[in-house]
């Protein structure tokens, strides 16, 4: 599963690892996030390098629905509730200096975009007293959303937001053009290195490890998703979320504004142009990482709604994201909290990383640089008693995988291969063991994860193993693909 970005991305010229190398940051992660920050670092004069694991864009950034808006679904509600006005106020703010200057800058490097009205609509009665809240959260922080009922949408809806103004875009266009005004001002992207640790020196410096040799650096910048040191104590505090995505070759008229369900399961549309060709883009299905059984079966449902209710070919690409659903409603962004001086990280963007994702490169550059953080009352650490109801709730849950998890795979005893494009965990010498065959290849690998030993589940539409504890991912031969963990599975 390759998303439409991805697959017609521009070329990303990439530099060759020197270990040894030193430099004033080194930041671990070349999405958004990560080349807005290393742009915005070396604007400021400093010497930046930037490690990616794979290929630029690779996960989250490759395979976003990339809208660039501050209309954003129910956030605007969920913060108010954890929170004060003030706190959507600051929200919102920095997610408006974000949007203008992301805008600026593909103005500048020349990036098109499109300027869209943005929706948030409610097919059932509850959808509609959420969005209810959600405009009264808008309204009171300055976001001049407006209620209807008149929609584009060739079905009837109970209620609407509309905010007018907001704008899409192709996000490998912008991460080419970050890329490139990186590498003019003498900054490095390395692709194919994946840091494995990240520790303090003797000398006050940061050792960035990798297995190809290290790197120092003044401070680093983690910008992986979801942080790759345990010692943050990130994983326990947002939930990882799995969402599908399809595009689809339009027939016909469909809606030009950027569309999000409040209802559940949840439904997104955009369009998108590229190469000659106009796609309707559909999005939807979420689940917590490794917790659904017969994901293709999420794909098929997209699939079966989009052709349903608008003219469009068979879809041409399908695939999957990734985000972090944050205990406090808020992203987290700064030093990190323990044994963390002069490393920082920055998840929790909660589905919303185009502008999340430069308001945190914002914030992380401006405190590296020895400037004022706009962003700062923001990101102050907060926690609030909802905050500690939800990483309790969440992480209860994670408890119970880990047993059901654990006693599912040491119930099953190893058999005959699985079929083609299935894979299932077994108990061989008292450990589980994950088998699976793809491409008619039998593949068995341990079923443990590496992070916390969470049991894997398979996910049938991508053809990976997931851990359902803490969201890491890993290949059908066991290479890993994102997550907390900082490397792949072990041999069965």
């Known amino acids: 599963m390759e998303s439409l970005w991805l697959d017609t991305s521009p070329a990303i010229p990439a530099d060759p690892f020197v270990p040894g190398g030193t430099y004033d940051t080194v930041v671990v992660g070349a999405g958004l996030t990560g080349l807005a ?23 989250t950034t490759g395979n976003t629905t990339a809208k660039i808006s501050l209309l954003q679904g129910t956030v605007l509600s969920e913060i108010a509730r954890h929170h004060d ?26 990036v098109d975009y499109e300027i869209r009205d943005a929706w948030t609509y409610a097919a059932t009665p509850n959808g509609a007293d959420s969005l209810a ?15 209807t009922t008149e929609t584009e949408l060739p079905f009837r809806v109970e209620a609407a937001l509309k905010l007018p103004g907001q704008a899409q875009f192709h996000p490998l266009q912008a991460l080419a053009a970050l890329a490139a005004e990186l590498r003019s ?57 799995r969402s599908y995505a399809s595009a689809f070759p339009v027939t016909g008229d469909v809606p030009d504004g950027m569309y999000l369900s409040a209802d559940s399961p949840s439904r997104s549309l955009r369009t998108a142009v590229v190469n000659g060709t106009k796609y309707l883009l559909a999005g939807g299905n979420g689940h917590a990482v490794g917790r659904a059984s017969h994901t293709r079966d999420k794909v098929n449902g997209l699939h079966e709604w989009t052709r349903r209710n608008f003219p469009v070919d068979q879809a041409r690409y399908d695939w ?65 008693l909802p905050d500690a109801v939800s990483t309790v709730k969440d992480n209860a849950e994670v408890g119970l995988q880990m047993i059901s998890g654990w006693a599912g795979g040491l119930s099953r005893t190893a058999g005959t291969a699985p079929p083609e494009g299935l894979g299932v965990v077994v108990r061989e ?64």
């Open 37 to 59: 920050t290393a742009v915005l670092l070396a604007r400021g004069g400093q010497r930046v390098a930037v490690l990616e694991a794979r290929r630029t864009g690779a996960v």
């Open 85 to 110: 006005v003030s706190a959507v106020s600051a929200y919102v703010a920095a997610n408006r200096r974000a949007q203008e200057w992301l805008l600026g800058f593909c103005s500048a490097a020349g």
């Open 133 to 147: 809240q959600e405009r009264d959260a808008c309204r009171a922080a300055g976001l001049p959303v407006e209620s």
């Open 185 to 241: 001002l003498s900054g490095t992207l390395v692709e194919g290195i994946r840091v494995t640790e990240v520790h303090h020196t003797d000398g006050g410096r940061v050792r960035v490890v990798t297995a190809p040799g290290d790197l120092e650096a003044a401070q680093v910048v983690l910008a992986t998703g979801i942080p790759i040191l345990d010692r943050g104590g990130y994983f326990a505090v947002v939930k990882p979320q």
């Open 320 to 384: 999957s994201a990734q985000d972090y659903t944050p205990a406090s409603a808020l992203p987290y962004v700064g030093e990190l909290p323990l044994l963390g001086r002069n490393i920082y990280a920055a998840t929790g963007f909660n589905k919303w990383g185009m502008t999340n994702g430069v308001a945190a490169a914002q914030s992380l550059a401006a405190r590296i640089l020895g400037h004022a953080d706009q962003n700062a009352e923001l990101y102050k650490a907060k926690v609030s």
């Open 429 to 492: 010498g008292g450990s589980p063991v994950a088998v699976c065959t793809v491409n008619g290849v039998t593949t068995r690998r341990s079923a443990i994860c590496p992070h916390l030993h969470g049991v894997l589940a398979w996910n049938d539409a991508e053809a990976s193993w997931d851990c359902p504890l803490h969201g890491s991912r890993f290949s059908a031969d066991g290479d890993l693909l994102e997550g907390p963990a900082v490397r792949g599975l072990d041999p069965a």
